[in-house]
């Protein structure tokens, strides 16, 4: 394989913790390993990291590999310069924060070590604490320690394992723009891990979605929640309208018609599918319109859904709706308009409701069967 | 008051915690961090001599070590001298018979270290050993302690395995608790009353030592 930049991974195993992983980071990116818990994302980064040998497969950096199987190639975790922060954050309970990242600092020269911690510190904005242990640290502070230990190892590439899941919100939305700001500076892979499908989106360049150790898809975080690769994919990104259908036509510039429980939706996907063939495809909220109630609709808009509205769910200021739709109660429609919408509309549970379904937010999968996983780009 | 005896039993027991602390950090730290075939049996050999009696145990180690046996053979072969009824043979059955002592605080402090603080260590880029030293030992250091003074007092109190392994031969193998028992035996009550209240004392002493200085890094980690 030619020498390339950034990280390489592809590691595969049937048991005991089943993975079938294949991605890269370039330098400078943030790719993120999203799916929800057990799907393997943390013994993806400790195979990066080495303290997790699969059976199969390869991890390279810059060129140079770390783990070979074929090769029989495998370097320890403490010969491969990774920077990991663990979400328990891991610090050393008996070491000062300056200790703590002094201990990453062992290829430096001791006389200078110190130094480099402090400027570490301060980078994460730690100056004046560095003689506290890390028990006499709020969560935050204990995580910048991580994250300033990480990168005191001058790592080839940046490891992040659910950093923010054990800080308060307002903490977290604070570190969320230091990383952002951090990162520019930083010219690595950086891998981060999460269940948070938001914070992947806010954080990250692409995104790699897993399910059972398996990358299902990995691309922009607008590419996977907007035009998942398949069923699976659109439910593991929290995507709930996701419907079985089949291709019924081509309308005259080419985009298809589909054909939902007897329902025709025109789409604006121009894929090469003959007609008859069975899909799946999916709409997200957001793509899914409230006719105003006091001026029913005339047809006017696109793919017009009449229904009974199910429930109305308020989670601040957005009202959570459910639609069951007139020519199949059995396949609710579920969206969400902001709560004054829904009161001036006089929405609630019981009262008849249209939707338009936007021809541009219908994503066509071309597999039906859910748990196939296809390969994404 | 026996001093020679006294001085025996401290020569004994310092000698005994010297020998296990590395082969406690080994075993300890071995079956804290590694699953393998048979490690109950061996978990259930550590754990052996705490409820097998001292006698039993004496008895086996005298046989094991006698003139008759290949350990005794292999022992008089090479250093001249045979090994029940010496120093150096009471050494060796008070290390096997503090095994438990040594080897299980040091295995649960061991275990108790989480694993990504080990990980951690190597991610930071220490080699095992290193991590060893600047990581885990000092972590481990109330459960190594705790080993430590278990075994150096129960040594200093162990009667039965010393009677059967070393005999009572004085400034040999006649320690305290033997001494004790030989004044009880001469109705020497005043004697073996001052030995017992000064093994109370000492007992008491390394306890309480322990105690303290485990709740203090206790505090240092908390």
């Keep these: ?377 | 008051m026996d001093w020679v005896a006294l001085s025996l039993s401290l020569r004994l027991a310092v000698m005994t915690v010297l020998v296990l602390l590395p082969i406690g950090i080994f075993a300890g730290r071995a079956l804290a961090y590694h699953q393998f075939r048979g490690k109950g049996l061996v978990e259930a050999l550590v754990a052996l001599p705490l409820v097998l009696p001292p006698t039993v145990l004496g008895y086996y180690l005298l046989v094991a070590f006698g003139t008759a046996s290949p350990i005794g053979q292999v022992w008089h072969a090479v250093f001249g001298s045979q090994l029940v009824f010496s120093f150096e043979g009471l050494l060796i059955a008070s290390v096997i018979f503090n095994l438990p002592f040594a080897i299980q605080p040091m295995q649960r402090s061991f275990e108790a270290i989480p694993p990504e603080v080990r990980d951690a260590a190597a991610c930071c880029g220490m080699s095992p050993p290193t991590a060893l030293a600047k990581v885990e030992l000092p972590l481990a250091w109330p459960g190594i302690l705790t080993a430590m003074v278990l075994s150096f007092a129960h040594t200093l109190g162990e009667f039965g395995i010393v009677l059967m392994v070393g005999g009572s031969i004085p400034g040999e193998t006649k320690t305290i608790a033997i001494a004790i028992y030989d004044r009880v035996q001469a109705f020497d009550d005043v004697a073996a009353g001052r030995m017992s209240a000064l093994l109370l004392a000492i007992s008491l002493a390394t306890i309480g030592l322990t105690y303290t200085l485990s709740r203090r890094v206790g505090r240092r980690l908390g």
Excluded at chain 1, 73 to 85: E, I, K, Q, S, W
Excluded at chain 1, 86 to 96: C, I, V, W
Excluded at chain 1, 164 to 179: G, H, P
């Design chain 1, 1 to 377: 394989m030619s020498v390339v930049h950034g990280l390489q991974v592809n590691v595969s195993q049937d048991g005991p913790i089943p993975l079938a992983a294949s991605f890269t980071c370039a330098p400078g990116e943030v790719l993120a390993l999203v799916g929800p818990s057990g799907s393997g994302k943390s013994t993806i980064l400790r195979c990066i990291a080495g303290t997790y040998r699969p059976q199969h497969g390869s991890i390279r950096v810059n060129g140079e590999t770390w783990f070979s199987a074929p090769g029989g190639v495998y370097l320890p975790p403490h010969r491969r310069a990774v920077g990991m922060v663990f979400q328990s954050y891991a610090l050393f309970p008996h070491m000062t924060a300056l200790g703590n990242v002094m201990a990453a600092l062992g290829h430096v020269p001791a006389k200078d070590r110190e130094e480099r911690a402090r400027s570490f510190l301060e980078m994460v904005h730690l100056a004046g604490l560095e003689q506290r242990r890390p028990a006499e640290l709020s969560g935050g502070q204990q995580q910048r320690v991580a994250l300033a230990r990480a990168l005191a190892r001058e790592p080839k590439v940046l490891l992040l394992d659910e950093p923010f899941s054990a800080v308060d919100k307002a903490t977290r939305q604070r570190l969320y723009r230091e990383i952002a700001e951090l990162r520019r500076g930083l010219n690595i892979p950086v891998v981060l891990v999460t269940h948070d499908l938001d914070e992947a989106v806010m954080l990250a360049d692409r995104m790699a979605v897993l399910h059972r150790g398996r990358t299902l898809q990995t691309g922009t975080p607008e590419d996977v929640t907007n035009r998942p690769a398949s069923a699976e994919v659109a439910r593991l990104v929290g995507l709930r309208n996701v419907f079985a259908g089949e291709v019924a036509a081509r309308d005259s510039s080419g985009c298809l018609i589909i054909t939902w429980a007897g329902l025709n939706l025109e789409t604006a996907q121009r894929l090469d599918l003959s007609t008859g063939q069975a899909i799946s495809w999916v709409i997200p909220d957001g793509f899914v319109i409230l006719h105003r109630r006091d001026r029913p609709s005339r047809g006017e808009h696109e793919n017009p859904v009449p229904g009974i509205i199910e429930s109305v769910l308020p989670i601040g200021q957005i009202a959570h709706l459910t639609l069951r739709p007139n020519h199949d109660p059995d396949l609710p429609i579920h969206f969400s308009v902001p709560l004054h919408v829904a009161r001036r509309n006089g929405v609630e549970p019981g009262v008849a409701a249209t939707v338009s379904l936007l021809a541009e937010g219908i994503h066509i999968m071309p597999e039906v069967v859910s748990g196939k996983p296809s390969a994404g780009g």
